[in-house]
């Protein structure tokens, strides 16, 4: 029980119409930060709701944000699909630097997707009037960044991220995991908390 996911009905599902500007996914708390937060009353975001839901990682295929060491076949990957695209990718990675929190590779990798997400293309269904030109990707302006977010991440072969501390996958949430799928964790308790 690595991890608590906290929710208003136990029965959990992914939400894909998110209005946050993060993946879409079940995301919960490092459940030893989950625990000093709650003993001194520091919540996090959704720590107040009513159940919690003691989860474990159940996939091979996680991000590991802290010990995540910049993989040339994600890159290469990025670097494919831009070049269907007709988008230079050298560009997207230079104007993806900003912040300087993503000065590692975790953050390179997160920067750069976010950027590609939120200016050049979305993953959709396709309307009858749009053409597939790489696996399923499309240029078009972004509108469900938190659905094209969890599908690029899976595109690149991952189901579960975990930020311990970085702040990588929201900045004010910096321990953290993301479960992309449902397949990516089991559920070992839930415990009614109102």
Known sequence: MKYIHYCDNPKLYINWKSKWNTPCGIHAYHKTFADEKEKKSDLYFG???KYK????????????LNDYKLKRND?????????????DFDSIQKNSFRNPKY????????????NLLDNYFDYNSFDKDEEEIS??????????PAISWNKLIRWLGYECVIDNG???IHEHEPWQSLFLTMSSF???NVVKRI
Request: aromatic share 8%.
């Open 47 to 49: 720590m107040d709701r």
């Open 186 to 188: 089991k559920i070992n």
């Open 103 to 114: 000065n590692n590779d975790a953050g390179i990798l997160w920067s750069i997707m976010y």
């Open 135 to 144: 696996d399923g990707w499309v240029i078009a302006k972004n509108n469900k």
């Open 53 to 64: 839901v003691y989860l474990d990682i159940d996939t091979s295929n996680v991000l590991n």
């Open 166 to 168: 970085l702040g990588i």
């Open 75 to 87: 890159m290469a990957k990025l670097n494919l699909l831009c070049n269907k695209l007709k988008l």
